[in-house]
């Protein structure tokens, strides 16, 4: 039962251009959601969050957009850098479960210069 | 800060071989989780812990598996006997608990990966 999934699991783009990282859920219940930025022979490391209260998180280059009426999140990066390039979960929580983390299964983003 | 610390980073064993794994979290991080990060698959929480207790062990596969935090600081995860499909990346995060907000993110190690032939 795959409650958080990345559709895509690879994504190329021109350095300058946006990314778009797409995750859609199935648990109603989650409340709360994140973003990792993983790199080969590293752990994740955390990007940004969004609160189900709201519907949009700016970070920099980085915005999460949430559509809660279609269980639907995505990560913009704009502009996009070669240093972006690694792997991108997305990751859900619900207060309900003790806040634990369910990831989907990564898409690879490249930035090509 | 000094992140999660992880050991080893590798290690190869064949099957039905004992294995085990160690973690220092993030000085003053009550929480700490271990996940099994299997090639092309995201991260899958295996147990959860709050200081040195059990808090989610739902998903550990008990029968060969198990984990412990003694004093609430280092953890170990140990897996006896291996199986083949045991060979993935296995992380341990740690997170603060301040104030009552536990929706905070989670600080992961660089991981172990392991080999299991």
């Known amino acids: 039962d795959q409650q958080v999934k990345q559709n895509s699991p690879s994504l190329s783009v021109q350095e300058g251009r946006i990314s778009i990282l797409n995750c859609d859920y199935t648990n109603s219940m989650f409340d709360y959601f994140l973003w990792y930025k993983k790199y080969p022979a590293e752990g994740p490391t955390f990007l940004i969050s969004?609160?189900?209260?709201?519907d949009k998180n700016e970070d920099g280059r980085f915005t999460v957009f949430l559509n809660k009426s279609a269980k639907h999140l995505s990560l913009h990066i704009v502009p996009s850098q070669p240093g972006d390039s690694a792997v991108y979960f997305c990751?859900?929580?619900?207060?309900?479960?003790?806040?634990?983390?369910?990831f989907g299964e990564g898409t690879q983003l490249t930035v090509n210069p | 800060e000094a992140g999660v610390a992880q050991s080893p980073r590798y290690k190869i064993i064949e099957k039905r071989q004992s294995v085990a794994f160690w973690c220092n979290p993030i000085?003053?991080?009550?929480?700490l989780y271990w996940y099994q990060q299997i090639l092309g698959q995201g991260p899958k929480l295996l147990i959860q812990?709050?200081?040195?207790?059990?808090?989610?062990d739902s998903q550990l596969p008990k029968d060969r598996f198990s984990a412990e935090r003694l004093k609430g600081v280092d953890s170990t995860l140990k897996i006896q006997p291996a199986k083949l499909e045991d060979s993935a990346v296995y992380l341990c995060?740690?997170?603060?608990?301040?104030?009552?907000?536990?929706?905070?993110?989670?600080?992961f190690g660089n991981g172990t990966r392991l080999t299991v032939t």
């Open positions: 995060a740690s997170r603060p608990v301040k104030g009552g907000k536990i929706n905070s993110p989670l600080h």
């Open positions: 000085s003053g991080h009550a929480t």
């Open positions: 812990f709050q200081n040195n207790g059990v808090v989610d």
């Open positions: 990751a859900a929580s619900a207060l309900s479960s003790g806040s634990r983390l369910t």
């Open positions: 969004i609160s189900s209260i709201k």
